[in-house]
């Protein structure tokens, strides 16, 4: 998929790898007008992470799964920079879940949402897994939303009890927290409305996030959710590790 | 000149601006391909910031226009971001200074080079200014740096004793030390090579550091090199600023 001309030992090597997949995508017409300069905010916020997973990501990521894994209708949101950054890893969470994965974007247009249904496509078929994607023929609407974001499908979204939306606007999360759902996060800058407002919010970077939860899924036996788990807490140690890098300096 | 079509009283107004001015740069052929998301890490350091001038800011800001104001031969680097966000005060700033504006670019092809000058061309004749505008024919090299990228003006930046080079890429600023100059550099991010490397770091949005650098050009009778001006100790304030804005949320 990634046919980057890059040393996988360079030091950037994760970073770059995020940056021409992007430009891949941008190519396909996936992207907003918006999605580089978001990409940049979150490259600052690993930067002051030291671009690795803390322990209170880890236990979020853990926490998000366990959710994920116990709900009735779990359901996996993909925007634009979700797909161009982890098109395989949604699809395999999803496939592991045996839940629907649906393509929900802020800025909708029927091209961009085209280029994206098709992009996912093409990874479902090469790594051949049976997932049901939705967000082509959009039938409910998210309430407190509107105009073409609130769009989603009644049996996707609106159905759903937990929810992976990540890299979510904070309106858009706002309004799934109204509506009673479980919802995580992930979002590198602690500080923005949806990691505040999520259920669960995962602090690091999008394909870092996903491969602990790939991985637990495959290694642990058992998921649990941890019932004494504190959001606010958890956020708190994310922040506090950005304070620790920037004073270490 | 941007004729946006938002409310200057939009708390958000200073940066839909900026990203709007990237947008008409990117249609004119002038950025790089990572523009877009250099600007985006910028916009989470000014975050952290509290998107404000500090007093630390401030301090480097004058320090800055004194070094330039007292300098032999000073000059100004304009990369594309630069000539996309803020054409207009860099050119007032070099007719305040009486000295050469550079275009002076990391990624330098002719098509970016000629876009970004026929650009800084269009905005010196709207406000009718009298500056020398070099970068179409570079006859000299910054020594240690290869390829496109060592280009300049012998009358130029070469022969410079001060300049002025914001969002500058960390090769580029060492480069220009190790050739002895007064480097003053504007950057968001105080942990940057460029920050750490320059003379004077002005830890600021680049509009608003120039605005602070031309109002007092405009209300100081006297700029004085500050001898006991300490750079680390006014990027460790800067640093802090950003600490103090983190735990406050």
Redesign the interface.
């Known amino acids: 998929m990634d046919d980057i001309a890059a040393d996988p030992s360079h030091p950037r090597y994760a970073s770059l790898l995020m940056?021409h997949r992007?430009?891949v995508a941008e190519e396909r017409g996936m992207l907003a007008?918006?999605a580089?300069?978001?990409?940049?905010?979150?490259?600052?916020?690993d930067?002051l992470l030291g671009e690795r997973t803390t322990e209170s990501a880890r236990s979020a990521s853990l926490q998000a799964l366990a959710y994920l894994r116990h709900a009735k209708r779990p359901v996996l949101s993909v925007n634009g920079n979700v797909a161009a950054l982890a098109s395989d890893a949604m699809l395999r969470l999803a496939a592991f879940l045996s839940c629907p994965l649906e393509v929900n974007i802020f800025y909708r247009t029927p091209e961009r949402m085209k280029a994206i249904l098709s992009f996912i496509d093409e990874r479902k078929a090469a790594l051949d897994l049976d997932v049901k994607v939705l967000g082509h023929a959009p039938d409910a609407t998210i309430p407190g939303l509107k105009g073409p974001r609130a769009a989603c499908h009644k049996e996707g979204i609106l159905a759903s009890d937990v929810i992976l939306v990540p890299l979510e606007d904070g309106d858009r999360c706002e309004a799934l927290v109204k509506m009673g759902k479980t919802v995580v996060v992930i979002d590198l800058?602690p500080?923005s409305r949806s990691a505040k407002l999520a259920s669960v919010t995962i602090v690091d970077e999008l394909s870092r996030a996903l491969e602990t939860m790939l991985e637990a899924s495959e290694t642990m036996s058992e998921l649990t959710i941890d019932t004494s788990y504190d959001h606010q807490a958890v956020l708190s140690a994310g922040?506090q590790e950005?304070?620790n890098g920037?004073?270490e300096?």
Chains 1, 2 share one sequence.
């Open positions: 940056r992007l430009e007008g918006s580089m300069i978001a990409h940049g905010r979150g490259e600052a916020f930067y800058n500080l922040l950005m304070l920037l004073n300096d």
